[in-house]
C-alpha cells in the first residue's frame, strides 16, 4: 500500500482529494493536516460519506516522515516551505498550489507577491499534465510534481494537438470557473457565494494562472501569445473554455482526426464530434470533453474555437493529482478514478 499524506486536507481541494483516496485500492491514508482544524476529527469538519477515524494534525515535516508520497493541497508558499525536508527524506511531493508550476522563479515572486524559497527545487518539479507528449515517463520519475491549475488544464488540453502547427497568432482565451475554483476561504467583499445566481469577470490580465499557461503554450510555440480572460459562476464546480484562433486552410474534419490521434491513449480526454461540452457531463469525473467548430469548413483565413469542460475540482485539481501519483507508482492511471 502506498502511505499518503495531504497538507491542507479540509480545503474543497483537499476534501475532494479525501473522499477520491479513502476508495483507492493502493493507498492507506494515513496523515491529514489542516492548519484551521489541528486536533479537531476530520468527520467533524468535511463530509465525507463515510466513517474516517483521524483527527487533522498540525501541517509539519515530523508527521509526514513515514509518509510515501505527500500531496498539497493548501495555500501557496506552504509546499515550498516544506518540500526541501520531505525530499530529503525521499518522500515524493504533488502539489496542487502553484509554488512549483512556473519554471522561472522570479516571474513565480512578480505573480505571487513572496519570495520563493525553495528556487533550486523548481527545476527537479515535473509539470503534472500527463496528456502532454512525453510526460508520463517524466512524471514517473519525478520527486516533485507541480499538478497545473484549472484553467491551464482546461486551456492546455484544448490547444496541445495544434500548438505546434499555427502560426503566429495571439489566442483569446474566455474561461468560467464555478465558485468551488475561489476555494473555501472566500472573501464575500470581492467574490459571492453559491446560489446567488452570479456571473462575472475578474482579474482580467492579471491571473495568476497567466503565466503558467502562457510559458507551456510558448515552449510549444514561442510565437503565440494568449489573451486570457477569466469569469466567476455561482454554479459550484466546473471550468467551461472558449479558445478562438485563426488557421489558414482550415480543414475541420482533419483537425479531428489530429485530436483523435494525439489523444489516443489518454482515456480521460473525450474528442466529441461538433457537440457541445456541458459541464453536467462532467461533474465528478476526471474527463475532459473538447469540441472544435469553424466559421467555415476550408477558408484560407478561417476562425476556429475550441470549447473544453472539465471539473475543476478533478481534472482541474484533485482527480488529476491521484492521476499524476498513479503514474508515479506504476498503476493504472485510472485506479480510483472510474
Not at 306 to 332: E, H, P, R, T, Y
Request: negative net charge; aromatic residues 8%; contains cysteine.
Amino acid at each position: 500500500m502506498i502511505s499518503v499524506g495531504i497538507v491542507g486536507a479540509s480545503g474543497f481541494t483537499g476534501e475532494e482529494l479525501v473522499k477520491l483516496l479513502l476508495k483507492h485500492p493502493d493507498v492507506s491514508l494515513d496523515v491529514l493536516t489542516s492548519r484551521t482544524h489541528a486536533g479537531k476529527k476530520v468527520s467533524d469538519c468535511i463530509k465525507l460519506g463515510t466513517g474516517l477515524d483521524k483527527k487533522f494534525l498540525e501541517p509539519a515535516v515530523d508527521n509526514l516522515s513515514h509518509c510515501d508520497v505527500v500531496f498539497f493541497a493548501s495555500p501557496n508558499g506552504v509546499a515550498m516551505d516544506m518540500a526541501r525536508e520531505l525530499v530529503k527524506n525521499d518522500i515524493r511531493l504533488i502539489d496542487i498550489s502553484a509554488d512549483f508550476r512556473i519554471p522561472d522563479a522570479e516571474i513565480w515572486e512578480q505573480w505571487y507577491g513572496q519570495k520563493h524559497t525553495s528556487p533550486e527545487l523548481i527545476e527537479q518539479s515535473v509539470y503534472g499534465l500527463p496528456e502532454m507528449k512525453n510526460q508520463r515517463d517524466k512524471i514517473t520519475n519525478a520527486k516533485i510534481i507541480a499538478n497545473p491549475g484549472c484553467y491551464p488544464t482546461s486551456s492546455l488540453l484544448s490547444l496541445l494537438p495544434i500548438l505546434d502547427v499555427i502560426d503566429e497568432q495571439r489566442i483569446i482565451i474566455n474561461a468560467t470557473s464555478g465558485i468551488t475554483g475561489a476555494g473555501r476561504n472566500l472573501n464575500p467583499d470581492k467574490l459571492f457565494a453559491p446560489g446567488t445566481e452570479n456571473y462575472q469577470a475578474y482579474a482580467v490580465a492579471k491571473h495568476r494562472h497567466y503565466p503558467e499557461m502562457l510559458n507551456q503554450i510558448q515552449h510549444i510555440n514561442k510565437n503565440t501569445d494568449v489573451l486570457f480572460v477569466p469569469h466567476l459562476s455561482s454554479i459550484e464546480r466546473g471550468i467551461y473554455s472558449t479558445h478562438y484562433l485563426t488557421i489558414k486552410d482550415l480543414d475541420l474534419d482533419h483537425l479531428y482526426d489530429v485530436y483523435d490521434d494525439y489523444y489516443k491513449d489518454s482515456q480521460f480526454i473525450k474528442i466529441i464530434n461538433q457537440t457541445y461540452p456541458k459541464l453536467g457531463e462532467v461533474n465528478t469525473t476526471n474527463d475532459c470533453l473538447i469540441s472544435l467548430f469553424s466559421s467555415s469548413d476550408k477558408n484560407e483565413d478561417s476562425n476556429l474555437v475550441i470549447i473544453s469542460a472539465i471539473d475543476n475540482l478533478m481534472k482541474g485539481a484533485s482527480g488529476q493529482a491521484v492521476q499524476n501519483m498513479n503514474i508515479m507508482f506504476g498503476l493504472k492511471e485510472s485506479t480510483g478514478l472510474v
